[in-house]
């Protein structure tokens, strides 16, 4: 599946923003799919999960209350709603998707998706 992250961009804290990642290739709805950034100088990270209905979702404690995950499996497309942002989420965004059976939100953090999207800058001013 080939993943197309946007709407990445400069934002001053307590703004909010959303990100899109659209997906083409394969049958969407059989991947869990699920947000990751990478801030300057540091390691990727997990941000949030979803399962492949939508009924399962998992966060970040960083961003749990702050961010939401979506995704609209009609449209091939999986979305992050980023609210109260800090300057401390500023990173580059990226989308995954990862087929396997027995991967959930839960564990894709832990297990690395198997599908990459390119990343999207979301930078947020202080």
């Known amino acids: 599946v080939q993943l197309q992250a946007f709407g990445g961009g400069l934002v001053q804290a307590g703004a909010s923003l959303r990100l899109s990642c659209a997906a083409s290739g394969r049958t969407f709805s059989n991947y869990i799919v699920g947000w990751f950034r990478q801030a300057s100088g540091k390691e990727r990270e997990f941000v949030a999960g979803?399962?492949?209905?939508?009924?399962?979702?998992y966060y970040a404690d960083s961003v749990k209350g702050r961010f939401t995950i979506s995704r609209d499996n009609a449209k091939n497309t999986v979305y992050l709603q980023m609210d109260i942002l800090k300057p401390e989420d500023t990173a580059v965004y990226y989308c995954?998707?990862?087929?396997?059976?027995?991967?959930?939100?839960?564990?894709?953090?832990?297990?690395?998706?198997?599908?990459w999207g390119q990343g999207t800058q979301v930078t947020v001013s202080s």
């Open positions: 979803i399962s492949r209905s939508g009924t399962s979702i």
């Open positions: 995954a998707a990862d087929g396997r059976p027995f991967t959930t939100p839960h564990t894709l953090g832990a297990r690395g998706p198997t599908y």
